[in-house]
């Protein structure tokens, strides 16, 4: 089972350039999330999607944007990277009104940005 | 304001026990969550604990206070694939979990 896939695995990216960090699951989850994670730093939440249709803003937003067009897929977008923004992103999924609220997390994208 | 503290490193032999403790302080509390990732990987659910006390499950046990903002997560019978980092979360009151910045456990042999 594919459960939750991110691309690319792994991304070198020139400094005001824009990407888009694809993330897909196939759990049909109604929330989705935007981490990264920095040494030293815990996760860092960018932004949510507590359903299909509506997005809301994290710790971290500034530079990014998301879009929840349906249930499955929800890409995150840097319009134009920086430096501050190398790091690695996890995706994550949960069942919001589940028993334990537990978020699953996709393998993980590295970026870096030069 | 937010926070979680946690030990930023751990040393323990293989076969001990070993507890990691956690403190929380976040705006409401709808839970106190425990990961584990491995270098390189994901971070992968452990444990959840919403009321006081003492949750079991195998090698791993986590407990929580709520009145102290307090959780930890012990480890039993130490083997060496527990070399991890060990993350805490606290479930907000918009249930946004706000994490620790976890316990690297290095596990000796």
């Known amino acids: 089972t594919a459960g939750i896939t991110q691309a690319p695995t792994s991304q070198i990216l020139a400094a005001g350039r824009s990407m888009t960090l694809r993330c897909t699951q196939d759990?049909?989850?109604?929330?989705m999330y935007w981490y990264r994670q920095d040494l030293g730093l815990g996760l860092r939440l960018i932004h949510y999607?507590?359903?299909?249709?509506?997005?809301g803003k994290g710790e971290v937003p500034d530079g990014y944007s998301v879009s929840r067009a349906n249930t499955d897929d929800f890409p995150l977008t840097l319009a134009s990277a920086v430096p501050s923004q190398t790091s690695v992103y996890f995706c994550?999924?949960?069942?919001?009104?589940?028993?334990?609220?537990?978020?699953?997390f996709g393998p993980g994208t590295r970026l870096t940005v030069l | 304001g937010q926070n979680i503290d946690q030990p930023t490193e751990m040393t323990a032999t293989e076969g001990a026990i070993v507890q990691i403790n956690c403190t929380y302080q976040?705006?409401?509390?709808?839970?106190l969550f425990w990961y584990q990732q491995h270098a390189g990987e994901a971070p992968t659910f452990l444990s959840y604990?919403?009321l006081d006390g003492l949750e079991e499950k195998g090698r791993f046990s986590s407990f929580l206070s709520r009145s102290k903002g307090y959780s930890y997560l012990l480890l039993k019978e130490l083997q060496m694939k527990d070399s991890a980092s060990y993350l805490c979360?606290?479930?907000?009151?918009?249930?946004?979990?706000?994490w620790g910045a976890g316990t690297k456990l290095i596990i000796k042999p």
């Open positions: 994550a999924t949960s069942e919001v009104g589940a028993e334990s609220n537990e978020q699953f």
């Open positions: 759990m049909r989850h109604n929330a």
């Open positions: 999607s507590n359903t299909a249709g509506t997005t």
């Open positions: 976040t705006s409401g509390f709808n839970g």
């Open positions: 604990n919403v």
């Open positions: 979360a606290s479930m907000d009151s918009n249930y946004q979990l706000i």
